[in-house]
Every structure is written in structure tokens, then in C-alpha cells.
């Protein structure tokens, strides 16, 4: 919320600038103590707190840059053209990273990420981007943001869709490698796969979304692949049994996700007014992100109580009827 905050009142080549040059340098610390071998477990996870924090804050920056350089009108293909660079970044970022450790050791991997920071600082200061005009008075912009977020509609039922789709990606993120591995008997290898396959399927329907179709009910599209898709998958995939099977759900999961997640924030930034775009994407952010930690807990427990495979199927389940008592109301059906 309060990087949000930032991004709807500082200059935005400043404040990118600013995190990006704060990230490579969190991550620059830790290349050195792994490399002199000071690292410790409590230092990891001090170091792990502290260089989520300008990537994290850079998220509300990025995605309300978008509406700011794109037409009303190629609003949809600007988001999809964005979560398309994102995916195809965290595939090569999975592989090229994982090569560059095996070839050159842990350390060599945060030199990686501290490049892409420093890469960032440079293409930031370059690129043209909008003024932002000098806030009078940034007193209550916070609580203002939260407000507009979560005190109206359409945009309380689309940051609820966001959160329940933060606990379907926290449930494929945190039980596919497990079930891979315990109910397919396969490797870590073609355990990575599986997200793969998803990745794949996403950015595919990113692309189609970006250059050959918009929806002219994009409110009703959006509920049915909530409503079907999100948690249908997730259902899918915990009932498979066969490695095949399983790759195949995974890319329909992704074909519907990348589907659902574009139309969600196109519509999400569509229904924000230009001055609060940054703090409505901090909630957005915050809303998918929140999820994880809330959605680990939950997977914790059923995991314990039932099987990896019958808790993915729970988790589908909840949000299959999360979206749907949030999706079928007019006020996402409507737009």
C-alpha cells in the first residue's frame, strides 16, 4: 500500500530508478557474504526479507505505468503484452540462473540478479514516462487508497478475485513440486516441468489476448474462467495420476489463467481513477501476494489432515466457490 502511495506521487523515473538501484544492491551484499562464506540460515533470512522489498515495491510502479503509456482502448493488450514479458522473464530467469549456479556456484546467481537490477536502473533512467504533478498535501493518500479499494464497486469484488487467485497460485506453487514427486513418482527436473507447461499456457493466451481477440463482455469472460477455470484446474490436476495427464491439465490451467489474470487487471485498472492507480495496484498486489502466507497455512493442514493430492483438490473447491460467490454478482458480470 505504500509503495502504491509512492507511485501515485513520486515522479516515476525517480522512484523506479530509486528501487531498482536499491534491489541490485541488496542483492550485491548478498553475492559478497556467500562468496566469503559468512552466510548464515538467520542471515539468509535476513537478507531474504530485505531484497523482497524493492522488487515488491517496484509491482505497483510497473503495472500503473501501463494505463498511464496505453490508449483506453488497447488497454487489455497492453496488460497482456506485460504479463507476457514477466513470464517469459521467469522461465529464462529459471533456467538461465539455475545454469549459471551449476556452472559457477551459488554466489555467480546473485551477481545474475544484481546485473538485472543494475540493467533496470539503466533503462529506467532512459525510458519517456509521464510527469507526475507535485502532490499538494499526501496526508491520508494511504487510507484514501484503501477506501476507493475496498469501500467500492467493482473494485472490492475484483481485489477479492485477486486474492482468490493468489491462493490458487500459492496452491500450484506450493503442491505441485510435492505432488510431482510423491504421487507421479517423478524428479525435481520434470517436477519443474509442470510449471513450465502452466508458464507456457499463459503466456499463449497472453499473446492471443494482446494481438487477435478482445472480448466485447469481458466481465462475463472473466467470471466463467473464475469460476471454471481457477479452480477446476487445481481439481484437475490433484485427481490426475499419470504424468501425461497431469502436463496436459497444467497447460488449460495456464490457457484459462492467463485469460482470467489480463482480464482481471484490465478491469481492475479500467475502474480506478488515473490519480489512485498506484495505490489500487499496491491493494492488487497486496491482495494476491497476501494470499501466499494465509493459503501455506491452510495447504499446511490439509496436508497433514488428508493427502497432498485431496488437498489440492480442496483448494480448488474453495476457490472455485470463492470466485463464484464473488464473480456471479453484477458487478463483475456487468462490465
Known sequence: ???????????????????????????????????????????????????AIAPSM????MQALVPAITPKDQLMQGVALQ???????????????????????????????????????????????????????????????????????????????????????????????????????????????????MSLGMMTTSMLLATRWTPTRPGMVLTFFSVTVIGGGLIAIGSSREYAVTAVFCVMWGLGGGIGMTLLRTLTQMNTPPEAMGRVMGLSMMAQNGAFPIGAALLAVLVSATSVSTAMIIAGVICSCGTGLIALRPHVRSL
Request: hydrophobic fraction near 55%; aromatic fraction near 8%.
Open 83 to 197: 504479463n507476457l514479458s514477466m513470464m517469459v522473464s521467469v522461465i529464462a530467469g529459471v533456467f538461465l540462473g539455475g545454469a549459471v549456479i551449476q556452472a559457477f556456484g551459488v554466489a555467480a546467481g546473485f551477481w545474475l540478479v544484481t546485473l538485472a537490477g543494475v540493467l533496470g536502473v539503466a533503462k529506467f533512467a532512459r525510458m519517456p514516462l509521464p510527469d507526475r504533478a507535485p502532490p499538494t498535501d499526501r496526508r491520508g493518500a494511504i487510507r484514501e487508497g484503501v477506501r476507493l479499494g475496498l469501500g467500492t464497486e467493482p473494485l472490492r469484488s475484483l481485489l477479492g478475485i485477486t486474492a482468490v487467485f493468489g491462493l490458487a497460485i500459492a496452491t500450484s506453487t506450493l503442491l505441485l513440486p510435492e505432488f510431482a514427486r510423491d504421487v507421479l513418482g517423478t524428479e525435481s527436473l520434470a517436477a519443474s516441468a509442470l510449471n513450465v507447461f
Open 58 to 61: 517496484i509491482m505497483p510502479l
Open 1 to 51: 500500500a505504500w509503495a502504491g502511495s509512492l507511485a501515485d506521487h513520486i515522479d516515476p523515473r525517480r522512484l523506479g530508478t530509486g528501487l531498482f538501484l536499491l534491489s541490485a544492491s541488496g542483492f550485491a551484499v548478498t553475492a559478497v557474504l556467500v562468496a566469503t562464506d559468512v552466510m548464515t540460515v538467520p542471515l539468509a533470512m535476513l537478507c531474504g526479507f530485505l531484497t
